[in-house]
């Protein structure tokens, strides 16, 4: 074995030594806790709530949009956090490496829909896709960043080298995101001012509206954990792929190399 | 010996280096020079060129510091340099901050030819009461600058695909730099109308952008090559 992570507890192997996949019973009740909130977002993003006084029916697109971008930033720390564990803990976990990988890719498929989504409501409010605002340009910013975090995973080396550079390029983005915001802020600033976690603590809000927004938030904080979980288990699967790839080809090299042995030897 | 003193070695190296072969001076200088001039091909307006110039000047400056990211990496790597250093017991601290400062110097010749490019070029004009502005700008700009370029450099260093990952990590990175050194030297030419006073903020932007990836970079910079 060329790592010392040759066995990650979290990946179900029956007895044979053949994978039985990543689903556990744990996953799978949560994947249907989130279809169950999924389905009850629809209900109230599209039929419960009302439709805004100035927004119109504009305003349910905001049921995916903040919830999006609120587990993209969650999922961000989540990335930040284990890659810290990783580099600065005693015993190297890959686990750690693993949970902050799938972390940031599902985190980067989030901002991705945040800004589709987004860019969608701008159209319908704003008349424009695309405003050079301080929130829309950081975000844009945060998406190329953890693109460049993702294309370093894929550089290649043994799995300790990638978790390392990995970590260290998660802990970056950290002190870049401050930066990139702080600058864009000074360039310009239009965005809507945040309504619900607003400075002063009162809620601004419809009460229904809160609520579908709300369900929203549980609904994909679900899925991501769901998400995240599987990613894991299958990084793991990778990992040990290739492991014994490895260490198939050392043996069948070895098993070159003993029968020449023995005709030399008689 | 101190970080500082190897520090400075591996920076006089690599001046040492680019003096013998001249690769800034007849490739990069003049890529630079190509990117002034097809900016205003793409652009096509005196008005428009005179208001944008210091963007397109700090633009260039971009593009041209990944390619000096590359040419400052591709002479370690070839021969396997750094891995050499490393095993001379070299701290990586002081190979980080000795290939920024040689860097940095290499930067910092481009950034006032492109301004000389732009003077004459985009018909701006160096007021006298922006000069001390405008070189701290330089200064601070191409500190971070730097920092960041080398980071990333010795990431990508050795690796398939280098060319190609070295633009999407370090672009978003150096957003920040783009956009305060920007308006800090329109500011110091007084670009539509911006006074000076408006440049010292953005001069503080830079300063922390630069402090910030100096100290990350160093501490980062072993652990990335440490391999």
């Not at chain 1, 979290?10 to 053949?18: H, I, L, Q």
């Not at chain 2, 900016?39 to 397109?56: C, H, I, K, Q």
């Not at chain 2, 396997?80 to 095993?87: F, I, S």
Request: net charge neutral; aromatic share 10%; hydrophobic share 55%.
């Amino acid at each position: 074995m060329t790592t010392t992570d040759s066995n990650p507890a979290s990946v179900e192997v029956d007895p044979s030594g053949r994978f039985a996949g990543t689903g556990t019973r744990g996953t799978r009740i949560l994947g249907s806790m989130t279809v169950v909130a999924m389905v009850w977002l629809v209900a109230f993003g599209l039929g419960f709530s009302p439709a805004d006084r100035d927004q119109d029916e504009a305003v349910r697109i905001m049921y995916v949009h903040v919830p999006t971008i609120w587990v993209a930033y969650m999922s961000f720390v989540v990335t930040a956090v284990a890659s810290g564990f990783y580099l600065f803990g005693r015993s190297k976990a890959l686990g750690w490496d693993r949970l902050a990988g799938a972390s940031a890719e599902i985190g980067t498929i989030f901002v991705a829909a945040t800004l589709v989504v987004g860019s969608l409501w701008g159209r319908l409010t704003w008349g424009v896709f695309w405003q050079w605002d301080a929130r829309l340009t950081t975000t844009a910013l945060l998406f190329v960043t953890y693109i460049g975090y993702l294309a370093v995973r894929r550089l290649g080396g043994s799995h300790q080298q990638r978790a390392r550079r990995s970590a260290v390029v998660g802990l970056l983005a950290v002190l870049l995101i401050p930066l990139v915001h702080w600058s864009v802020r000074l360039w310009r600033s239009l965005h809507q001012e945040a309504t619900v976690l607003d400075t002063d603590g009162d809620i601004d809000m419809d009460g229904l509206m809160l609520f579908s927004l709300f369900v929203g938030v549980v609904a994909f904080t679900l899925f991501y954990i769901w998400l995240v979980l599987h990613r894991t288990r299958v990084m793991a699967m990778e990992d040990m792929m290739d492991d014994r790839g490895l260490d198939l080809a050392l043996a069948s090299r070895r098993a070159e190399v003993v029968p020449t042995q023995k005709l030399e030897e008689n | 010996m101190s970080i500082w003193r190897v520090a400075c070695l591996v920076a006089r190296k690599d001046l040492l280096v680019e003096r013998r072969s001249r690769v800034v001076l007849n490739q990069v200088l003049p890529f630079a020079g190509v990117t002034m001039v097809i900016f205003a091909f793409a652009l096509d307006s005196d008005a428009v060129l005179e208001r944008v110039a210091p963007g397109l000047v700090w633009l260039a400056t971009m593009f041209s510091l990944l390619v000096l990211v590359q040419r400052t990496f591709a002479i370690e790597t070839d021969d396997g340099a750094l891995d050499a250093m490393r095993v001379a017991g070299v701290d990586p601290r002081a190979i980080y901050l000795g290939k920024a400062m040689g860097l940095a110097i290499e930067l910092l010749v481009l950034e006032i030819v492109l301004l000389f490019a732009a003077v004459i070029l985009y018909r701006q004009t160096v007021p006298v009461d922006g000069i001390a502005l405008l070189a701290i700008t330089l200064l601070s700009a191409t500190c971070g600058l730097a920092a960041v370029g080398t980071l990333y450099g010795g990431l990508a260093a050795g690796f398939k695909g280098r060319e190609t990952l070295l633009p999407l990590l370090t672009l978003p990175a150096v957003a920040p730099v783009l956009i305060g050194a920007t308006r800090a030297v329109e500011a110091a030419l007084g670009t539509a109308g911006a006074v000076v006073s408006d440049g010292w903020p953005w001069v503080g932007l830079l300063l922390v952008f630069a402090a910030t990836f100096g100290v990350g970079g160093s501490l980062a910079f072993g652990p990335l090559i440490d391999e």
